[in-house]
């Protein structure tokens, strides 16, 4: 299966910029009323297979992938995409 390896960096966004990324791109867990009640946003990863190996870099495949880094070049995220071939079993969704 075709897929691309998505490397970025997010150290020219100031913390605000960053936290919101990470929100859009991870998700986040929410609370409210004191903790009393709790969300779990999701983000655009959680709704396509992709592995995350380390922080800063995505494996996805090539139609996935297209829109993780049209989400990260609208934050103005620094990104590079190399194309590899992997097995579709080490996928998770």
Avoid: W
């Avoid at 490397?7 to 913390?15: A, R």
């Avoid at 929100?23 to 903790?35: A, E, F, K, Y």
């Avoid at 090539?62 to 829109?67: F, H, L, P, V, W």
């Amino acid at each position: 299966m075709k897929a691309k390896i998505i490397i970025y960096t997010i150290t020219n966004l100031t913390i605000a910029q960053q936290n919101h990324l990470r929100v859009q791109l991870i998700g986040h867990n929410d609370t409210s009323l004191c903790g009393k009640y709790k969300y779990i946003r999701n983000g655009l990863l959680d709704k396509m297979k992709h592995i995350k190996p380390n922080r800063g870099t995505i494996i996805a495949p090539t139609k996935e992938a297209s829109e993780i880094i049209k989400l990260l070049k609208t934050h103005n995220a620094k990104t590079i995409c190399y194309d590899i071939q992997i097995s579709e079993k080490e996928f998770k969704k």
